[in-house]
Antibody, heavy 121, light 107 residues
Framework: EVQLLESGGGLIQPGGSLRLSCAASGFTFNSYAMSWVRQAPGKGLEWVSAISGAGDATEYADSVKGRFTVSRDNSKNTLYLQMSSLRAEDTATYYC??????????????WGQGTLVTVSS | DIQLTQSPSFLSASVGDRVTITCRASQGISSYLAWYQQKPGKAPNLLISVASTLQSGVPSRFSGSGSGTEFTLTISSLQPEDFATYYC?????????FGGGTKVEIK
């Protein structure tokens, strides 16, 4: 069974940094692209970032470009999202999700349970 | 960026009703559209990929159709467990955008 388990969320002050992790199991991790999607409280879904299976190609939403960095450690079956210069509008539940060989021209399945990031002073 | 417009944003329906949700793309996306269901406090769940492919384990009352710029998600006979919010997502080009969602509530 494919499982994705996010961690690392919490309360952080504006301008601060935080690193989210997503531990994956039940599939050959390095064969699949992965994505991060976020959802602000009471709002819709927003795609954040994607990374290829080898980790050599990344994509970002304009809203986080230059502030967030997606990476992965295939030896640990773990996906990361390094977030810096955090703003109040980054407050959201962050989900990691598995794509196919790519996220482009594919779909997101399954999703982790999410980790809540709250940016507030 | 490709914008996705879902309609309606809110839908009130009864058990047994046929429900149709529309997703319109601001430019052609071929068939690279997925539909997700999200229940309160839970992660989204993939229902349909590539516009019309039903995912394993998803009830056959769900169906998807369309290509290009107009897509629909149909629930043929609404069941109590189907009351949720539904999102479309385009996977034709980055950024991979979502529609604003359609909340389906009990009439």
């Amino acid at each position: 069974e494919v499982q994705l388990l996010e961690s690392g969320g919490g309360l952080i002050q504006p301008g601060g940094s935080l690193r989210l992790s997503c531990a994956a199991s039940g599939f050959t991790f390095n064969s699949y692209a992965m994505s991060w999607v976020r959802q602000a409280p009471g709002k819709g879904l927003e795609w954040v970032s994607a990374i290829s299976g080898a980790g050599d190609a990344t994509e970002y939403a304009d809203s986080v470009k230059g502030r967030f960095t997606v990476s992965r450690d295939n030896s640990k079956n773990t996906l990361y999202l390094q977030m810096s210069s955090l703003r109040a509008e980054d407050t959201a539940t962050y989900y990691c999700t598995k794509c196919s060989a790519t996220c482009w021209h594919a779909w997101f399945d399954p999703w982790g349970q999410g980790t809540l990031v709250t940016v507030s002073s | 960026d490709i914008q996705l417009t879902q309609s309606p944003s809110f839908l009130s329906a009864s058990v047994g009703d046929r429900v149709t949700i529309t997703c319109r793309a601001s430019q052609g996306i071929s068939s690279y559209l997925a539909w997700y269901q999200q229940k309160p406090g839970k992660a989204p769940n993939l229902l349909i990929s590539v516009a019309s492919t039903l995912q394993s384990g998803v009830p056959s009352r769900f169906s998807g159709s369309g290509s290009g710029t107009e897509f629909t998600l149909t629930i043929s006979s609404l069941q109590p467990e189907d009351f949720a919010t539904y999102y479309c997502q385009q996977l034709n080009s980055y950024p991979l955008t979502f529609g604003g969602g359609t909340k389906v509530e009990i009439k």
